[in-house]
Nanobody, 123 residues
Framework: QLQLVESGGGLVQSGGSLRLSCAAP????????IGWFRQAPGKEREGVLCISSSDTSTNWADSVKGRFTISRDNAKNTVYLLMNSLKPEDTAVYSC????????????????WGQGTQVTVSS
């Protein structure tokens, strides 16, 4: 069973940066698309960015364009979400999810989910 583990969350001031990691200990992510989603208190889950197994990235959230980037290191079985110029409205629990090969904004497309990591941006 593929398990995903997120790390890298924390408390950061507005304008700061964080890099989140999504790892799959003992499994290869070579054939999986990895999506990053976030959910703020009282709000619906939102897709942020996704990277396909062929390394094509898709941006789902206009609010993060130019600030967030997604990348993968298959040698380390890890996908990263680099978040720059963070804003208080980026505060949320960030989760990664895996699906075979390609990205889709449909949550049901992603079969495997991590537990999430909290990101809090102070003003």
């Amino acid at each position: 069973q593929l398990q995903l583990v997120e790390s890298g969350g924390g408390l950061v001031q507005s304008g700061g940066s964080l890099r989140l990691s999504c790892a799959a200990p003992g499994f290869t992510l070579d054939y999986y698309a990895i999506g990053w989603f976030r959910q703020a208190p009282g709000k619906e889950r939102e897709g942020v960015l996704c990277i396909s197994s062929s390394d094509t990235s898709t941006n789902w959230a206009d609010s993060v364009k130019g600030r967030f980037t997604i990348s993968r290191d298959n040698a380390k079985n890890t996908v990263y979400l680099l978040m720059n110029s963070l804003k208080p409205e980026d505060t949320a629990v960030y989760s990664c999810a895996a699906a075979k090969y390609y990205c889709s904004q449909y949550v049901s497309h992603f079969r495997y989910w991590g537990q999430g990591t909290q990101v809090t941006v102070s003003s």
